[in-house]
């Protein structure tokens, strides 16, 4: 028995009430947010803290400075670390802090039309949730379903907070759409900057590990849809990477290099989110937990999903059904 993934559908109509292409928020990240999709683009800069974004179903570390730029159609769910959420308890630390812009489909096609620029165009289309296609040559799966750039120079969060300000004040439509616009570009250009740091390592020794596997995608892509199906089971990373055809060394270079984080941590991040869905649908025992969500000890799992979330079970469940 494998808990499935709810995956909630928000509509414009939802946000764009103050403007009716434009919508900024600050946002303090919980736990009881469901994984969601949308009709519209956002971009969501974490501004402290640090956690885990789920991307399309793929466990991403986020800390302060990382901007990601989700298209439209795209799941996603922000999930603070245990840290972050003993701050959000206390006076101290930081908690899972974000600033989102989202903005209206329609918009983004007036503005492709409008800058009628083949290059900007694409991008816009991609956030827009058609394919990306760079020099009529796909990229990589990852880059279809999501862009994430770090803010190292605090630029964006400079133009986020400037536009955060304008969209909370008189909201002169000229002005709010410069902010919009400045942060467009930036995120336009820090994606060239990525495309530019890819095509730069395709190049002498790098050419040849990238001519040696298919994709670095693919079989992440596989071996995380695998795990998703299976996470219940005994898994190791030699099964896994036996399920995505590629070895277990390869496996774990792979995971780190697409998201940050080893396959341990991948796996037991999927079995602590499975064991929160089960905890916020009330439908099983804590007690009968363990062998839903992949392992065989209580003691094993109650630790885990107390170092993982700052929370024992039952106090996990009782915060979610006040929170329903």
Not at 31 to 48: A, N, Q
Not at 179 to 195: C, D, I, K, N
Request: charged share 25%; aromatic share 8%; with cysteine.
């Amino acid at each position: 028995m494998t808990s499935q993934r709810t995956i909630q559908h928000y509509m414009e109509h939802h946000f764009f009430g103050r403007h009716p292409d434009i919508y900024v928020q600050e946002a303090v990240e919980n736990l009881w947010l469901s994984e969601h999709d949308h009709d519209f683009v956002e971009l969501v800069l974490v501004t402290g803290g640090r956690g885990t974004h789920y991307v399309d179903g793929v466990p991403l570390q986020a800390e302060r400075g990382d901007l990601f730029a989700i298209p439209v159609g795209i799941s996603h769910i922000f999930r603070p670390s245990a840290s972050s959420l003993r701050s959000s308890r206390s006076s101290y630390g930081e908690r899972l802090e974000v600033l989102n812009c989202l903005i209206s489909k329609a918009a983004l096609s007036r503005l492709s039309a409008f800058l009628g620029d083949d290059g900007i165009a694409e991008f816009l289309g991609w956030l827009a949730g058609n394919s990306y296609h760079d020099h009529g040559q796909d990229h990589d799966a990852k880059r279809r379903s999501w862009l994430r750039v770090r803010d190292d120079s605090d630029e964006l969060r400079g133009l986020f907070t400037r536009l955060h300000a304008e969209y909370m004040g008189p909201a002169e439509p000229l002005s709010l759409w410069s902010g919009v616009l400045s942060l467009l570009a930036a995120v336009y250009r820090h994606a060239h900057l990525l495309e530019d740091c890819e095509v730069a390592a395709s190049s002498a020794e790098a050419a040849t590990f990238a001519r040696s596997r298919p994709s670095a995608g693919a079989p992440v892509r596989k071996a995380l849809a695998y795990m998703r199906a299976h996470y219940a089971e005994p898994l190791t990373a030699a099964v896994v990477a036996r399920a995505a055809g590629i070895g277990e060394r390869q496996l774990s270079r792979l995971f780190a290099a697409e998201t940050g984080r080893p396959f341990r941590r991948h796996l037991e991040a999927m079995r602590i989110d499975a064991c929160c869905r089960y905890l916020r649908e009330g439908s099983v025992a804590i007690m009968d937990l363990p062998p839903l969500v992949g392992y065989e000890q209580w003691k094993s799992l109650s630790r885990v999903f107390r170092q993982a979330m700052g929370l024992s079970l039952g106090e996990y469940r009782k915060q979610a059904m006040r929170n329903e």
